[in-house]
């Protein structure tokens, strides 16, 4: 089944969640949301069939390379000044990364 990864599931992901977590009915794959505190975003968006709750700390590299080797697909909703490590994962493993900030120079 294909793995699409979540990172960072503040209030501006609530909509991003609720649409994959329907998605995933239809055509399914698992979502993992990844998150400093994911007991509080699971509270908010409940549980589902295919999603699963995870903590991360973006800053810890293991952890982090980790999920993005499993994945299929990365979004990351993290602030803008997080997104390079997680664009860097990407990168080192083929997978494509999908955000809704804008483009800093160091992300070019």
Do not use: W
């Amino acid at each position: 089944m294909k793995q699409i990864l979540l990172i960072g599931a503040g209030r501006s992901a609530s909509n991003l969640i609720e649409y994959l977590q329907l998605k995933s009915t239809e055509t399914p794959f698992e979502l993992i949301i990844a998150d400093l505190n994911p007991s509080l975003v699971e509270s908010r968006i409940g549980p589902h069939s295919n999603t699963k709750f995870v903590s991360l700390d973006i800053a810890d590299d293991f952890q982090r390379t980790s999920l993005v080797k499993e994945s299929d697909i990365v979004i990351s909703m993290l602030p803008a000044h997080l997104h390079i490590n997680v664009a860097k994962d990407c990168l080192e493993f083929g997978k494509n990364m999908v955000t809704a900030s804008y483009i800093s120079n160091e992300m070019k």
